[in-house]
């Protein structure tokens, strides 16, 4: 088998009912990144769809979101990568839309997608690439709010957050993950959509 440096893993659930929710904002990133360079995911053991891109090797697990680390710890064992090279894109609460933030470890914040690779790879030691949802609106539950589609008036936003997340994952590749951390955490791509009938942005709500 090849020798690979990190093993890229997209987060969401299976299915087409899902998979324009916020809640498979991982699975877009790395579905959009497998497409630019050309890659066809295909089905893999552990219940997965796989894919390589030079030393990287493209895991989307196929076991919904709560049992993420049941598809990740295996194939990190298997392909003998250690957790430092274990990068997971996930959707985030705490950051609002139009923010990505690389982090090198950390805990789950609620996630249970990232929970379920902490248990099944038993550290927390691994980086992530955060991809702000924002909070829901106020009455609407977290588990509605991250399993229903992207708006309308998001997407256009949500299409400029995954260009901007494709080009941090090249500049990852070439220079790492502390000058990736510096270049791409503090822009927010909000300011960059005109908001809707003279609107405020998203962000200035946040």
């Not at 699975?27 to 890659?39: P, S």
């Not at 959707?91 to 470890?105: C, M, S, W």
């Not at 990852?172 to 510096?182: F, I, N």
Request: some cysteine.
């Amino acid at each position: 088998m090849p020798t690979y440096s990190w093993l890229w893993v997209g987060l969401g659930n299976p299915g087409p009912r899902y998979r324009l929710t916020r809640h498979n904002f991982g699975f877009l990133v790395l579905e959009a990144f497998a497409a630019e360079k050309g890659l066809v995911f295909e089905k893999g053991p552990f219940e997965s769809e796989i894919a390589t891109y030079r030393d990287v090797f493209l895991l989307k697990p196929q076991t919904f979101m709560n049992l993420s680390g049941e598809a990740v710890a295996p194939w990190a064992e298997k392909l003998k990568i250690t957790p430092e090279r274990i990068l997971v894109m996930h959707d985030d609460l705490d950051l609002p839309l139009g923010r990505i933030k690389f982090t090198p470890k950390g805990g789950a914040g609620g996630h249970r997608g990232v929970l379920s690779i902490i248990e099944h790879l038993g550290t927390r030691e691994f980086p992530r690439l955060k991809l702000g949802i924002g909070r829901p609106p106020e009455g609407i539950p977290v588990r509605e709010y991250v399993l229903s589609p992207f708006s309308e008036e998001e997407w256009p936003l949500v299409e400029k957050v995954i260009g901007r997340a494709l080009e941090a994952l090249d500049f990852l590749l070439l220079e790492g993950l502390s000058k990736a951390m510096s270049r791409f955490n503090r822009a927010d791509l909000s300011f960059c959509i005109a908001p809707p009938h003279g609107g405020r942005t998203g962000s200035e709500s946040s």
